[in-house]
């Protein structure tokens, strides 16, 4: 019934397994990768003929984590997956960015890629293992794919590059100062085709040799795919590129000339009109047939792409008329919005984001429900990217994946440079709001997002900036590397590279290659230039940081102590009886953790001594010798008891009441009546004995014998 392969081969520390043939056979390619105990099952169905008058190449890629892979029910109160988390959305992005270069120039036919976690032994992140089991599915699939691709996770600990790195290595990373990268590199044979990293001021030179190293070691899984598809590909598709060239030649007759004029005009919104009016121009002058074709998007935007690339690589001219690595203008404001405890607007040319920091408490931490287990977070990024932003209208919603997967870009880019959580114990959520874009609004997110923090009074260890790169190639191995490229250029340009980092390093690297022929040399040529470029931006900044406020007088006040964990249980109370009366008494919000550690929280300096001053009262031991205040509880013949200290009371004996005699305590005390006592020490019972005749009971100070005199 079934006609199984299975390959496999050592890879690293564990062995990497694919196999087809027996599960979802009606796909047109279905791969299991399996890398140690982690399985990922990728489906691969394309379409087999293109939607009439598709312009466009529909790819869509789904990665799906299943709760049962890690033997878990999820969270919640349907209990099953819902709808994307963002692991998953990040992930299917990460799948989609590599391969989608790949496909045969022309190709428009719809395709889909559905990964599926089946296993997770909690020490292989599965998003790797899914990359290949998808690279793998479209190589038997006979799509027109020209790969294989393979990917890796490569990390950076005591100056060596380590291969796949365990889970929980590369969990909280920040937390974890041996380990200083965690990156994912896919590529073919002979190309790196995608980059993603969060690092912790890398050098230029250790970031390139980590992505070379990634490069080197992908190779064995390469040939694996090869191997395995030579005994179980479909024949191939039968595809042959469109030859519009005929149509090229007159759509460039008519429409060259007013399309280098367009792109010489500066100003985005005008040179957009102008080059949808250069197209009308183009098309006025096509035969009805030649309009009627459905390569003629194509032959447009070929026609865009020739302009633009042609005078970049030839003639050192950009859209803008900037040099090549020359940065736009850039103004930095912070301070900007009264209620807020921080704020920014970083504007660069076209592109501008007001990005505003808000502080919280431990119950404003995210909880993260993963496979791996439930985790908190106290570092939140949101970034939106509204219509109104390009000059456009369109939908205005939930965020889609493009806003999910610059968002976490920043993150990563910033989360680097965050003071430790015993420092500073606050929840940090940035909310970007991107109100102009003309490339790399991202970018623009990790410079606000910096000033943001630092307005709000975030001890951040350096200051960061990002800055975005562009590529032009061309056949014959010219090319010309952009520094802060604009949204035409990213589109017609064959790489984006992202990079932001600190004057001490590299946090954050973001790669999309879209053509082979990608050198080393090439790559730490955009390295450098990207380094020039954020020390430049990194000044800018610095102008702005002079005028940045104090911390926020609307932000939580947050004080943290340590206690004993064998006296937790106490600070709590039964049913939590105890710290709910300390919250109600104070006013203060108090959050305790396993290891005993407690963050008291509020705008108001007094609620949260009063909170302190009662947790401590329960958690610290009276010291002897020492001057309390207390409150008589109760009176009996041979004194008085005195809770004193918290919940601990002590006997105050008749006798050192007062220096003279007694006929009853009664005669000088009351019960609830506040009285100064010395705590004289334990007996042998280990009962407290407490004295108030050597204590002032006006003032509080000890009374000192006089000698008496021979």
Excluded at 138 to 162: H, N, Q, W
Excluded at 299 to 314: F, I, M, N, P
Excluded at 641 to 654: M, P, Q, T, W
Aim: one cysteine or more; charged letters at 25%.
């Amino acid at each position: 019934m079934f006609n199984v392969t299975k390959k496999s081969i050592e890879w690293g520390e564990e062995t990497l397994t694919l196999e087809t043939g027996k599960i979802a056979r009606q796909a047109d390619g279905c791969v299991i990768a399996t890398y140690g105990e982690t399985s990922v099952m990728a489906a691969v169905t394309f379409a087999k003929k293109q939607k009439p008058g598709q312009d466009f190449f529909p790819l869509t890629v789904h990665y799906n984590e299943k709760y049962y892979a890690a033997g878990k029910i999820p969270g919640g109160f349907f209990k099953r997956e819902a709808r994307p988390t963002e692991k998953e959305t990040l992930t299917s992005r990460l799948i989609d960015r590599p391969i989608r270069p790949l496909f045969v120039p022309g190709f428009k036919n719809e395709v889909l890629v559905i990964c599926t976690v089946l296993s997770h032994d909690l020490v292989n992140d599965p998003d790797m293992v899914a990359m290949i089991a998808a690279s793998a599915a479209l190589t038997i699939s006979g799509a027109p794919f020209m790969g294989p691709i393979a990917a890796c996770r490569v990390g950076f600990e005591d100056g060596d590059y380590i291969l796949n790195p365990e889970l929980d290595d590369m969990h909280n990373l920040r937390y974890n100062p041996e380990q200083r990268l965690d990156l994912v590199v896919a590529g073919t044979k002979d190309a790196v085709m995608m980059v993603e990293s969060e690092a912790y001021e890398l050098s230029e030179e250790e970031m390139l040799g980590a992505v070379t190293f990634a490069h080197e070691q992908i190779q064995p899984a390469i040939d694996l795919i090869i191997d395995f598809a030579g005994e179980c590909a479909k024949e191939p598709f039968d595809f042959t590129p469109p030859d519009y060239s005929d149509l090229y030649k007159a759509v460039a007759k008519s429409g060259e000339k007013a399309m280098r004029a367009a792109y010489a005009i500066s100003d985005k919104q005008e040179r957009t009109a102008a080059v949808s009016a250069a197209k009308e121009t183009a098309m006025s002058k096509l035969s009805e047939e030649q309009l009627a074709d459905e390569n003629l998007g194509s032959a447009l935007k070929k026609l865009e792409s020739t302009v633009l690339r042609g005078d970049v690589v030839k003639n050192k001219k950009r859209i803008d008329g900037r040099n090549l690595d020359e940065i736009r203008d850039i103004v930095s404001e912070v301070g900007l919005l009264p209620r807020t405890h921080g704020s920014a607007l970083f504007t660069r040319g076209e592109t501008q984001g007001l990005v505003v920091t808000t502080l919280g408490t431990g119950d404003d931490e995210q909880m993260i429900d993963s496979l791996q287990g439930m985790y908190k977070s106290n570092f939140l990024l949101h970034y939106n990217f509204p219509p109104y932003s390009v000059g456009e209208v369109g939908r205005f919603g939930p965020p889609g994946r493009r806003e999910i997967g610059h968002g976490k870009l920043a993150w990563r880019a910033l989360q680097a440079v965050l003071p430790a959580p015993t420092d500073f114990p606050y929840t940090i959520r940035l909310v970007s709001e991107i109100t102009e874009s003309n490339g790399s609004s991202s970018m623009a997110s990790v410079c606000g997002g910096s000033l943001s923090m630092m307005d709000a009074g975030v001890p951040l260890k350096a200051p960061v900036a990002g800055v975005a790169m562009g590529l032009i190639l061309e056949e014959d191995g010219s090319y010309a590397v952009l520094s802060d490229i604009l949204g035409d250029e990213d589109h017609l340009g064959d790489m984006d590279f992202k990079v932001a980092g600190t004057e001490n390093g590299i946090t954050s690297l973001q790669m999309d290659i879209k053509v082979a022929g990608i050198t080393p040399d090439i790559m730490s040529k955009a390295l450098d230039q990207a380094k020039a470029g954020r020390l430049h931006i990194l000044g800018e900044m610095n102008k702005a940081l002079s005028s940045a406020g104090d911390f926020s007088v609307h932000a939580p006040r947050i004080e943290t102590m340590q206690i004993p964990t064998d006296k937790i249980r106490e600070v709590i109370g039964s049913g939590g009886k105890v710290i709910r009366e300390i919250v109600e008494v104070s006013g203060a919000k108090v959050d305790i953790n396993d290891e005993g550690v407690i963050k008291i929280a509020s705008p108001n300096g007094e609620a949260i001594k009063k909170a302190y001053d009662m947790i401590h009262s329960i958690v610290a031991e009276p010291e002897e010798g020492a001057v309390y205040t207390g409150t008589v509880v109760k009176i009996v013949d041979f004194g008085a008891f005195v809770n004193f200290f918290g919940k601990r009371d002590g006997l105050v004996h008749v006798s050192q009441i007062e220096n003279r005699r007694l006929n009853h305590p009664s005669d000088v005390l009351k019960e609830g009546q506040e009285v100064k006592v010395k705590l004289l020490g334990f007996d042998d019972r280990g009962k407290v004995r407490l004295s108030m005749k050597v204590v002032d009971q006006e003032t509080g100070e000890e009374v000192k014998e006089e000698k008496k005199e021979d």
